[in-house]
């Protein structure tokens, strides 16, 4: 059974950083590809960062620069490293493989 556990979130002032992290089980996350989603209040999920099995990364425009997706094949764990953050980057933070997500790990980016 696939299950992706967040954690990470906290309350962060503008400007500061964060590094998210999903513990995936039930599969081997370098054989996959991954995703980092984003829901902020009131609004729909936005694709947030993608790596592929292969190591490939891309970001979305909103992040690019200021984000940057990792992985630890040994722990199995996938990470969103999160730098010189805006009150817009707050959300609740969803890794995402093949359609399934976690719970979810709160960010507020607030002073």
């Known amino acids: 059974e696939v299950q992706l556990v967040e954690s990470g979130g906290a309350l962060v002032q503008p400007g500061g950083s964060l590094r998210l992290s999903c513990a995936a089980s039930g599969f081997t996350i370098s054989n996959s590809a991954m995703y980092w989603v984003r829901q902020a209040p009131g609004k729909g999920l936005e694709w947030v960062s993608s790596i592929s099995s292969s190591g490939t990364t891309n970001y979305a425009d909103s992040v690019k620069g200021r984000c940057t997706i990792s992985r630890d094949d040994a722990k199995n764990t996938l990470y969103l490293h999160m730098k010189s953050m805006r009150p817009e980057d707050t959300a609740i933070y969803y890794c995402?493989?093949?359609?399934?997500r976690g719970q979810g790990t709160q960010v507020m980016v607030s002073s």
């Open positions: 995402v493989k093949d359609g399934t």
